[in-house]
């Protein structure tokens, strides 16, 4: 049985040529940025990158209070 994660997504902006994704993942927050997608792609991509590694991989990784 996997284990359940917790997501909020913190905001979703435009970045350059993408979009940055800033979400707390189980109270820790984590940012990425997709360049070249659109919002919808990058959100889906950060969804992607979340259940296969559990985080996104950029700074801040912060905890939550």
């Known amino acids: ?3 359940l994660i917790e997501i909020k997504v913190k905001s979703i902006a435009p970045y350059g040529k993408g979009f940055q994704v ?3 993942i189980d109270g820790i927050e ?3 940025t997709f360049y070249g997608y659109t919002k919808k792609d990058a959100i889906e991509a ?3 990158r979340i ?3 559990g985080r996104l991989p950029h700074e801040p990784y912060k905890e939550a209070n």
Do not use: I, L, V, Y
Request: proline share 0%.
């Open 1 to 3: 049985m996997s284990k």
């Open 22 to 24: 800033n979400a707390f």
């Open 30 to 32: 984590s940012e990425m």
């Open 46 to 48: 950060a969804k992607k």
């Open 51 to 53: 259940e296969r590694d």
